[in-house]
């Protein structure tokens, strides 16, 4: 976790995030945040008592703060505002599935006490899951030595009662033999971040930004490109009976993806065989030329792929098909290009090996693994690699010893 004052180096294209909360919750966010390239986090583990010390040395390197604890969000939103600020609220799916761990105990018990929902979603679930105790709830606007107090007030006269909180501090604060803690689901994780990143400065400026899109079908009804066109609300030419470009704004393309996770184009549509490069930037020529570059990475896939390469020249993809991972496009070194040429490889397969070590959050890598990404034989590997050493692109970081005779593996990481 960064500790005060403590940033690690920011690409100026990212937008900067503070996530602030316990050890937990700032874990289970790190997965999603693999879905919002667009976002550099900043992870500050902290609690109601020392949020305003840590916020005062964080807030001028951030754009939007999104917390976890219901007491910090209070306090730091009672200071004047530089930023954006979000609290990760709990669902009633998030309830849900508590209840649904619980669901021996509530056959027991005679009450719950809830606090962090709204009364009417609360009562309208107990309802539904047929609960015969007496439900009350918590007013959500309350400190910490408010919400206790109620809980306790409401327990007081149970038999068996159950607390159920969406507040850390509460949970280890109340004196009550059954309770538990209401977590935030996926789901809730992904809709505070989204309107974290729809909240920054930096998100409206890119909202019109251009978007090209060049567009290859070899299988598949072309009326699935005419289709997407019109949900992004584009401009489609028809360069050929299988080419096609489409022009549309960033921000509407980003809302129909539901932020690079889902392509109406390709998922569903698994039958079809469409390659789709998306190029973003301020200049409609700019953007022409990226898009180029991304389909070139979606055409290393033998089935459907969409790739984007946006204005700082990073690639993002394949949309789709879960995390994507994110990496640069460029691979500068001509004599490392030139003898993958030789052995049928481009620019591409070296990127893809970077998404590969991305995707594993690994930095090491065989030949084998190269071999195996790219589609080449493992003698075709090892020469590459060989060549890529006297580039100074890669350097030997150790070696693997097998249970089998022969030599070790050589294990290999990028400079």
Same mark, same amino acid.
């Given at each position: 976790?960064?500790?005060?004052g ?19 919750? %700032? ?16 992870y500050?583990?902290?609690?109601? &008592?020392?949020i ?12 939007? *703060? ?17 930023i954006?600020l979000h609290?990760?609220h709990?669902?009633?799916?998030? %309830? ?23 009364e ?23 400190n910490?030595?408010?919400?206790? $107090? ?9 038999e ?14 109340? !004196? ?9 689901t ?5 809709v /505070? ?12 400026? $890119? ?5 090209? *899109?060049?567009?290859?079908? #070899? $299988? ?5 490109i ?7 609300? &584009? ?41 789709? *490069? ?6 409609? $020529?700019? /953007? *022409? ?10 055409? /290393? ?5 969409c790739?984007?390469?946006? !204005? ?12 994507p991972? #994110? ?30 070590l ?8 065989? /030949?084998?693994?190269f ?6 034989? %493992?003698?075709s ?8 050493q ?14 089998f ?11």
């Open positions: 976790m960064y500790e005060i403590e940033f690690a180096m920011n690409n100026n294209t990212k937008i900067p995030i503070g996530l602030f909360g316990d050890s937990y919750m %700032l874990e289970q966010i790190k997965y999603m945040l693999k879905q919002f390239p667009s976002f550099h986090p900043y500050f583990k902290c609690h109601s &008592g020392n305003k010390k840590i916020w005062v040395a964080a807030r001028d390197e951030l754009e939007a *703060g999104l917390f976890f604890d219901y007491d910090s969000f209070l306090e730091i939103n009672s200071l004047p505002k530089h954006p609290f990760l709990p669902s009633v799916s998030s %309830l849900y599935r508590t209840l649904y761990m619980n669901k021996r105990i509530l056959r027991t018990v005679d009450l719950v006490s809830i606090d962090s929902l709204s009417l979603s609360v009562k309208r679930l107990f309802k539904e899951i047929g609960f015969s105790g007496a439900v009350k709830i918590v007013s959500v606007s309350l910490h030595n408010e919400v206790l $107090k109620q809980h306790y007030s409401n327990i007081k006269e149970a068996e009662p159950l607390v159920l909180t969406a507040r850390n501090n509460v949970y280890h604060s109340i !004196e009550c033999l059954q309770k538990d803690l209401i977590y935030p996926d789901q809730d994780m992904i /505070a971040l989204e309107r974290s990143l729809l909240s920054t400065e930096s998100r409206r400026k $890119k909202e019109h930004q251009a978007v090209v *899109g060049y567009i290859k079908i #070899t $299988k598949g009804n072309p009326k699935l005419e289709a997407f066109s019109s949900l992004v609300e &584009g401009h489609l030419i028809e360069v050929t009976s299988s080419d096609y470009i489409l022009t549309s704004k960033r921000g509407i393309f980003e809302r129909v993806t539901q932020g690079y996770k889902f392509l109406p184009l390709i998922s569903g549509n698994e039958d079809a065989a469409i390659h789709m *490069g998306i190029g973003f930037h301020a200049s409609n $020529k700019q /953007a *022409g030329i990226y898009s180029k570059i991304a389909l070139e990475h979606a055409l /290393a896939f033998k089935e459907s792929a790739y984007v390469v946006r !204005e700082d020249q990073s690639v993002f993809g394949p949309i789709a098909f879960g995390a991972a #994110t990496y640069h496009t460029i691979v500068t070194n001509s004599e490392a290009i030139k003898e993958a040429k030789e052995v049928g490889m481009t620019a591409v397969h070296m990127d893809r090996l970077k998404a590969f991305s995707r594993k959050e690994a930095k090491h890598f065989t /030949a084998h693994d071999a195996s990404v790219s589609e080449i034989t %493992l003698r590997a090892h020469r590459i690699l060989l060549k890529w006297d580039a100074n692109l890669v350097v030997i970081a150790g070696q693997e010893k097998t249970s005779k022969g030599r070790p593996k050589v294990i290999y990481s990028f400079k």
